[in-house]
Antibody, heavy 120, light 108 residues
Framework: EVQLSQSGGGLVQPGGSLKLSCAES????????MSWVRQAPGKGLEWVST????????YYADSVKGRFTISRDNSKNSLYLQMSRLRAGDTAFYYC?????????????WGRGTLVTVSS | SYELTQSPSVSVAPGKTATITCGGN??????VHWYQQKPGQAPVVVIY???DRPSGIPERISGSNSGNTATLSISRVEAGDEADYYC???????????FGGGTKLTVL
């Protein structure tokens, strides 16, 4: 069974940086595209970033492009999101998401989410 | 940029059919996926590629997609169906995943 374990959330000041991690223990992720999706408290889902199975292709939402970097280490079955120049508007639950196959296929498993709070 | 439009809320009595729509320009040419999110939980896919059901999703839940509207239908609605529902597409023009704003289904 797929289990996506997320870590790295917390409180950070505006302009600061934070790195989120997502590790999978049940299935080899290297055949699946992976994404980060966020949800501000009480709001809807917002796509953040996606990477191909190999990690060679990445996509970003306009709102985070140039500030966030998605990466993966398939030898560790892990996904990361490096966030920099954080703003109050980045405050949200961040979900690690596994795609069924390629990065343009639907998501089949979601992590439980980790809360990132950007505040002084 | 491509946009998906969902009604903020839908209310339905138990045992009736709930219809949740997702509007987008020529959305019928795209593959639509639907996610259910219950309070305090992560989303779960309930329909993918317009009308396919993952294993474990009841046959009461179905999807269709044509023209400018994709539809998620839930027949014989139960209290446990109360949740937020989101539609999603991959926009090839921008290489972006797009989510609808979500529809809150209330079971009366």
């Amino acid at each position: 069974e797929v289990q996506l374990s997320q870590s790295g959330g917390g409180l950070v000041q505006p302009g600061g940086s934070l790195k989120l991690s997502c590790a999978e223990s049940g299935v080899n992720l290297r055949a699946s595209g992976m994404s980060w999706v966020r949800q501000a408290p009480g709001k809807g889902l917002e796509w953040v970033s996606t990477t191909s199975p190999s990690g060679s292709i990445t996509y970003y939402a306009d709102s985070v492009k140039g500030r966030f970097t998605i990466s993966r280490d398939n030898s560790k079955n892990s996904l990361y999101l490096q966030m920099s120049r954080l703003r109050a508007g980045d405050t949200a639950f961040y979900y690690c998401v596994k795609h069924a196959t390629t990065e343009t296929s639907p998501s089949d498993f979601w992590g439980r989410g980790t809360l990132v709070t950007v505040s002084s | 940029s491509y946009e998906l439009t969902q009604s903020p809320s839908v209310s339905v009595a138990p045992g009736k059919t709930a219809t949740i729509t997702c509007g987008g320009n020529n959305i019928g040419s795209k593959s639509v996926h639907w996610y259910q999110q219950k309070p305090g939980q992560a989303p779960v896919v309930v329909i993918y590629y317009d009308s396919d059901r993952p294993s474990g999703i009841p046959e009461r839940i179905s999807g269709s997609n044509s023209g400018n509207t994709a539809t998620l239908s839930i027949s014989r609605v139960e209290a446990g169906d109360e949740a937020d529902y989101y539609c999603q597409v991959w926009d090839r023009d921008t290489d972006h995943w797009i989510f609808g704003g979500g529809t809150k289904l209330t079971v009366l």
